[in-house]
């Protein structure tokens, strides 16, 4: 059974970091080309906001995290990571891994498989 489990969301203030993780189970890579994180903010739509292929290892960002996100994964490839610098309060937001082979890197419908997600909050 596939299982993503994020962790590491927290509350800090703004121009903080935090990093995320995402632990993947019964996954078998062949099944998906990208891993991405996607956020919810309350009232707001899920937004995309990192991508990374499973294969080539390129990476993508929405304009809004750009050059303050940096998404990775580890080398046997069972944990996704994101990376959060220069935290802004507009960042607060449920944030959830996914799995999948996107026709639109940031269409949630094109993601097969989610995890429950992990709260950030950032003050000012």
């Known amino acids: 059974q596939v299982q993503l489990v994020e962790s590491g969301g927290g509350s800090v203030q703004a121009g903080g970091s935090l990093t995320l993780s995402c632990a993947v189970s019964?996954?078998?890579?062949?099944?998906?080309?990208?891993m991405a994180w996607f956020r919810q903010a309350p009232g707001k739509e899920r937004e995309g906001v990192a991508a990374?292929?499973?294969?080539?290892?390129?990476?993508h960002y929405s304009d809004s995290v750009k050059g303050r996100f940096t998404i990775s994964q580890d080398n046997a490839r069972n944990t996704l990571y994101l990376q959060m610098n220069n935290l802004k309060p507009e960042d607060t937001a449920m944030y959830s891994c996914?799995?999948?082979?996107?026709?639109?890197?940031?269409?949630?419908?094109?993601?097969?498989?989610w995890g429950q997600g992990t709260q950030v909050t950032v003050s000012s």
């Open positions: 019964g996954f078998l890579y062949n099944l998906v080309d990208f």
């Open positions: 990374i292929s499973t294969r080539a290892i390129t990476t």
């Open positions: 996914a799995a999948g082979r996107p026709t639109n890197l940031w269409t949630m419908g094109d993601y097969n498989y």
